[in-house]
């Protein structure tokens, strides 16, 4: 899948032309993937596309194993959410 660079982690801002903008959109560790995004609705989108190519593969996404940890900002309102329901949080990123 492609995604445009609204739907990615800034790592680092531009600086020069030189020194490009640096992204990151998942870290994938074994049977694991974390979704990294700027903003929570550009997470429900990777996160939406994800289960979308999941499911073309025959896999499912377990909802009792997905948690949303959000970071720098002051409100959870924002709400993650499978076909299945929403997104439990996590208190912590183990």
């Known amino acids: 899948m492609v995604y445009t660079k609204a739907y990615r982690l800034t790592l680092k801002r531009r600086q020069s032309s030189r020194h490009s903008v640096v992204f990151l959109t998942d870290l994938?560790?074994?049977?694991?993937?974390?979704?990294?995004?700027?903003?929570?609705?550009n997470a429900q989108v990777l996160l939406s596309a994800l289960e979308c190519a999941a499911k073309e593969v025959g896999l499912l996404i377990n909802k009792?194993?997905?948690?949303t940890l959000v970071i720098n900002t002051c409100t959870t309102n924002d709400i993650l959410s499978l076909s299945s329901g929403p997104v439990d949080f996590a208190e912590d990123f183990c």
Do not use: G, N, Q, W
């Open 64 to 67: 009792s194993k997905t948690e």
């Open 28 to 41: 994938d560790f074994a049977d694991d993937i974390a979704l990294l995004s700027d903003t929570v609705r």
